[in-house]
């Protein structure tokens, strides 16, 4: 697989470096370094799965087994378990308060949904993904993790469709790579101004999100901005012994730009 690998990066390199003029921008490089660094990336998760398997390392969803390639994103940082970090004190706040319910609309392969169903005994998860492979991909995790029964796959989630869980102990988490604007819309579903809700949100995909989601929830809900923030965590002992460089690959989180997301609860 390595050797495939490495001819495929060595192909697509070649390709990029061919098309490079003198008047190539930063832009061009960039994208030469994040091909670099998704090869070694790649590198780094063979290794790990060499070490530990697919079963998560450490963080919130430690010993939940995990999968070997993800439906979207990066990987590396889910194994070790330091993907979203800073999100923690909060999700364990909210598990914490009770809940019997979440809303995982973008769930990708299940990181979270799965996680979550594990992490809070009794809790049914609604996971909602558009892409049917990462659909495939969530109801395989859920099945790998014994927590079937309690997480329910489903494709798009409508505006108006957290009206079906009013009055719930909700949790309502959302990274839709900008189509928050089109999902969280308090007009369409009253029933939000009594939810908790983590909403990741992508200026860098569509300008404003940021804006529009404090706009539409500060009437009902206390806002809290948690940006990315750098990872601070007992690596394996095999990562310390790797270059500096592969340590700070192992927890990139593959990110183009700011993605601030917003831990909203309901006031009173």
């Known amino acids: 697989m390595t050797t495939d690998l490495v001819r495929r990066v060595v192909g697509a390199v070649k390709q990029r470096a061919q098309a490079l003029s003198d008047t190539a921008t930063n832009n061009d490089l960039n994208g030469f370094l994040r091909l670099m660094s998704h090869w ?34 990066a990987l590396m940082p889910r194994l070790l378990g330091t993907y979203e970090s800073e999100l923690h004190p909060y999700l364990t706040a909210f598990a914490d308060a009770g809940l019997d319910c979440v809303v995982d609309v973008g769930c990708a392969e299940g990181y979270y949904a799965v996680g979550l169903a594990r992490m809070i005994p009794g809790v049914v998860v609604h996971a909602h993904d558009i892409n049917p492979v990462a659909q495939t991909a969530c109801a395989e995790l859920a099945a790998k993790n ?36 089109e999902i969280l819309q308090p007009a369409l579903s009253p029933a939000l101004a009594g939810m908790n809700i983590i909403v990741e949100t992508h200026d860098i995909f569509r300008r404003g999100c940021l804006a529009t989601m404090i706009e539409r929830f500060s009437p009902t809900h206390d ?3 948690v ?24 927890v990139w989180e593959w990110r183009g730009g700011p993605t601030p997301w917003l831990v909203m609860t309901p006031k009173g």
């Open 146 to 181: 014994g927590v079937s029964d309690r997480v329910i796959i489903g494709g798009e989630f409508p505006p108006d469709g957290f009206e079906a869980f009013a009055g719930r102990r909700m949790l309502v988490m959302v990274d839709t790579e900008g189509a928050e604007i």
């Open 223 to 225: 806002i809290v901005r």
């Open 227 to 250: 940006d990315l923030r750098p990872k601070v965590f007992d690596p394996p002992p095999w990562l310390l012994d790797l270059s500096h460089l592969d340590q700070l690959l192992a």
């Open 40 to 73: 070694r990336s790649q590198l780094l998760i063979n290794t790990f799965i060499a070490h530990h398997g697919v079963r998560i390392f450490g963080g919130l969803f430690a010993g939940m087994e995990y999968v070997s390639a993800a439906a979207e994103g």
